[in-house]
């Protein structure tokens, strides 16, 4: 099977731009989690869409959104940007990312989309 | 308190050694428990995951568990330079969908 695939996998905006990133997930995959990682604050979770649905989100700022396809595949945008929202923005996706006692709840990552925000 | 700690590294081991890396966490209602390994520039990549109390071995490595203490560990027996990288401890609230939480990592290196 192939893996999450993630894209662009680069990007460079200006302070003030919008950006959207797009993640298609492993086939088969329902659920498609979203994270940012920079060097001070580590991985941290953005949010997750199961079913179109966002299920989950983390302690983000309203400027960061998402939605998901009825292929599963998902992105999240980004408006008004900030020096500091400079990061690799990882999707990772899983079969159901709810059960607590199988693999299907296993998350794989994408290569991420690593934005420089200037 | 951080919800997730790892020890701090950076960790230096041998070509051939036992490499132990350690986590604790604070939610004592988690579930899930996985170890991602990183190479610079690259993304998390899944080493193994255990769920329940005790030891889970795969291959070189052997992840164990202690759900009373709140503490997961990694092995990783004759370590090689490849080996040499971030690990990421990650912990899945029971019912938290889709959320890893990750430990700040804990990187080692496998010297010749």
């Given at each position: 099977?192939?893996?999450v695939?993630q894209?662009?996998?680069y990007?460079?905006k200006?302070r ?6 797009s ?19 580590g991985?941290?979770f953005l949010?997750?869409?199961f079913s179109e649905?966002?299920r989950?989100?983390g302690?983000?700022?309203?400027r960061?959104s998402g ?11 980004v408006?008004t940007?900030e020096?500091?929202?400079?990061a690799?923005?990882l999707c990772?996706?899983s079969f ?5 006692h199988?693999?299907?709840?296993t ?12 | 308190?951080?919800e997730?700690e790892?020890n ?9 050694a036992?490499?132990s890396?350690?986590c ?11 170890w991602?390994r990183q190479y610079?520039g690259?993304?998390?990549e899944?080493i ?5 109390n ?8 052997t992840a ?6 709140q503490y997961?560990s990694l092995?990783?027996?004759?370590s ?5 990288a971030?690990?990421?401890c990650?912990?899945?609230g ?6 890893l939480?990750?430990g700040?990592?804990t ?6």
């Open positions: 099977k192939a893996g695939t894209t662009p996998r990007l460079i200006t003030g731009q919008q950006v959207t990133l993640c298609s997930p492993i086939s088969g995959h329902r659920s498609v989690s979203w994270y940012q990682q920079t060097p001070g604050q991985l941290q949010f997750e869409y649905t966002q989950n989100k302690n983000f700022p309203g960061f939605r998901q396809f009825s292929n599963s595949r998902s992105e999240m945008n408006s940007l020096l500091g929202d400079s690799l923005y990772a996706s159901r990312g709810a059960s607590p199988s693999d299907t709840d998350q794989y990552f994408g290569p991420g989309t690593r934005l420089t925000v200037l | 308190q951080k997730v790892q701090s590294g950076p960790l230096s081991v041998p070509e051939g036992i490499a890396l350690n604790t966490y604070s939610d004592r209602g988690s579930q899930s428990f996985f991602y610079s690259k993304s998390p899944l193994m995951f255990i769920y329940s005790g030891d889970k071995e795969d291959g070189r490595f164990q568990l202690n759900k009373a203490s997961v092995l990783i027996r004759d090689q330079p490849s080996d040499s971030t690990y990421l990650a912990v899945k029971g019912t938290s969908y889709g959320k939480t990750f700040q990592g990187i080692l290196t496998v010297h010749p």
